[in-house]
């Protein structure tokens, strides 16, 4: 069974945003893509992991500009093709644990890229993303709330607690792809001690936490 999340991406870019028709998600995408707007105004924003640029296209139209990144070309290439209109937003191929320049961005999101975190991997995963932007800047990460009969149900938990659906490609290909569904309070425990502000958008489907980075670095 194949278990690695890049290759599955990879694999899956060109069927990845059948996602987002779920028609009994339509309510809570369009009102997330409100509040990324409006967090994101006027702002430069670092996307990491920005698969086929969903969520980079509603950004793109109130942002000043978007770096656009994610580790496979397969996904960017589908981006690429979106209509951005206000031609702010540029794409690079790069590992959120492997940039190549020491700029430090005044804002990040991440789109469902937690989920995909090991546990035991987050403490080392939100360093890196502290480390990619400036004292004071805000971060937010999007990811999903388990709804059964909406998610694909978890079939493995291993011994650190993490999560695992089985899925199925239209290539044939069967994947054991990590997914975490962690609660608010897990949440907000985890970015406590590196921000200052916090705000949490919780819907049916979805989770949106907003996060401004210390002023101060300890
Ligand atoms: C669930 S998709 C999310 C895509 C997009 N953000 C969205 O919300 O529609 C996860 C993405 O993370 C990317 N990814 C996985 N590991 C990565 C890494 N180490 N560095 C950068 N991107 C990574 C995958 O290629 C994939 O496009």
Redesign the pocket.
Known sequence: MNTD??SY??DRANE?EKIYAKPERQADLKNAASILQEIFTAKHVLE?????G??TEKIAQTASSILA????NS?IEIAKLKDFSNKNVSFEI????NFADNKKYESLF????WS?ILLQDLDKFLATITSLVAPGSTVVF?DNNFVAGSNHPLVETDKEGNTYQLRKLDNGTAHLVLKNFPTEEFLRSKVSALSDELTFFNSTYYWIMCYTTKKKQN
Request: glycine share 12%.
């Open positions: 999340l890049v991406y990879k990845y990491i992991a920005c698969g086929t969903y969520w990144t994610d580790i496979n996904v790069a590992d959120i644990y991440g789109g469902f890229i995909h999007m």
